[in-house]
């Protein structure tokens, strides 16, 4: 198990295609939610906030000096990345999206992180 996590990270540390799309990912949700706000779809604007502070977590430059403190960033993201494609995944299956062409980019996206995931795998063995 601790030799498949440490692939995993690997992958996820060298490929800058796998980076781009764990990024874009929570983007494109928190878009797919402005705009289902916009649209007047109900429980959308705190999604959307949330969606907005966790691409602000992600993207800012902060390091701390204790390394403990730079894991705690890194799960916060993580778990905070989970649990918005969670939320997201409740609100397309729970009612129809409105408007469809962001939650279409965003399962697109989806779609697209296990195929990267193993053609990076393949390249790098």
Do not use: D, K, Y
């Amino acid at each position: 198990m601790e030799g498949l996590a440490t692939g995993v990270t690997t992958i996820l540390a060298q490929s800058g295609a796998m980076r781009a799309l764990v990024v874009a990912v929570p983007v494109a949700i928190t878009v797919s939610f402005l705009a289902g706000w916009r649209a007047r779809v109900e429980n959308t604007l705190p999604a959307a906030i949330w969606g907005g502070l966790l691409c602000l977590w992600i993207a800012a430059p902060v390091r701390f000096g204790l390394i403990e403190m730079n894991q705690l960033r890194w799960m916060v993201a993580i778990l905070g990345w989970f649990w918005l494609v969670s939320a997201w995944v409740r609100h397309v299956l729970g009612e129809w999206p409105e408007p469809i062409w962001g939650h279409w980019i965003v399962g697109t996206l989806l779609l697209l992180l296990p195929i990267v995931a193993g053609v990076e795998a393949v390249r790098l063995l």
